[in-house]
């Protein structure tokens, strides 16, 4: 487990607590989805009942569609606060007017990758934060060091670079190099705190309770399905419980059905 260690030293930002999230559950018989089941029944569950598309997935479709490891990054960095949907139009026009590799955002002019991305939001912060990201990436050796650097290392030196954070990394490097980071997003983080995984919002606690919960072996795949269940079941508001696969091991089922 010594890598699972290495990632647990890399706590995220804690964001702020969100207590509407656990209030109203009983915490005298509250156990968390991990004390009801194993992993193994968890994923299955999971993995049985939900579709993940890769086409719907900035990630993957940067992975498949660029030559190299940079477009991923690219990939992953129009994907912030945006929907896939929108990062993944942004990345192929990107793709299609410029390229996405290292050498191509380096030739090209700031306010011509602004151009080409504007679809994905916040264009301004996205092109510098990739301008700035091919030039450091450029500097420290380029591809072969995105793909050789120690995950560890990597992650160290991505979230240096302004306007690369946790999520943006982590998701990058279970895609790229399949370490074991459990990258947190919106739907992973209220997963966690509706499954009793953890008490409140923090990026940190949330991304090692999913990487003990499943290991580092599934965590890129069970942090697809976890978006995936967001997106279906476990909504925002008025999530799915009656519907949803996992309710019989699900601590907070109760909780949403009897307000139904
Ligand atoms: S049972 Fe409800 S709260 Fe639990 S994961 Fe499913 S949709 Fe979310």
């Excluded at 964001?15 to 299955?44: C, H, M, P, W």
């Excluded at 510098?128 to 450029?138: D, G, L, Q, T, V």
């Excluded at 420290?140 to 306007?163: T, W």
């Amino acid at each position: 487990m010594r890598r699972l260690g290495e990632a647990a030293r890399n706590p995220g930002r804690s964001q702020k607590n969100d207590r509407s999230e656990v209030s109203g559950l009983n915490t005298e018989s509250f156990k968390s989805i991990a004390e009801r089941a194993d992993s193994d029944t968890i994923y299955s569950i999971l993995s049985r009942s939900l579709r993940v598309d890769w086409k719907e997935y900035v990630a993957l479709v940067a992975k498949l569609r660029g030559k190299g490891l940079f477009p991923i990054l690219v990939g992953v960095i129009l994907s912030q606060n945006t929907s896939d949907k929108n990062s993944i139009r942004a990345f192929e026009k990107l793709r299609a007017e410029i390229g996405v590799g290292i050498d191509d955002i380096l030739r090209a002019r700031l306010e011509d990758i602004e151009a080409s991305i504007r679809e994905a939001g916040l264009w301004k912060q996205k092109a510098a934060a990739i301008k700035r990201a091919a030039e450091e990436i450029s500097k420290a050796g380029g591809e072969k060091y995105l793909s050789s650097e120690d995950p560890v290392r990597l992650r160290e030196f991505l979230l240096s670079i302004k306007g690369i954070g946790f999520k943006t990394v982590d998701v990058f490097l279970s895609v790229a190099r399949e370490a074991p980071f459990f990258a947190i997003d919106t739907h992973a983080m209220r997963i966690a705190i509706r499954w009793g995984l953890i008490r409140r919002r923090s990026y940190g606690e949330a991304s090692r309770a999913f990487l003990e919960l499943f290991g580092p072996q599934r965590a890129e795949e069970t942090h697809r399905l976890l978006i995936a269940l967001g997106r279906r079941y476990c909504r925002a508001r008025k999530p799915l419980c009656g519907e949803c696969p996992v309710r019989d091991l699900c601590p907070s089922s109760s909780k949403y059905l009897g307000k139904s």
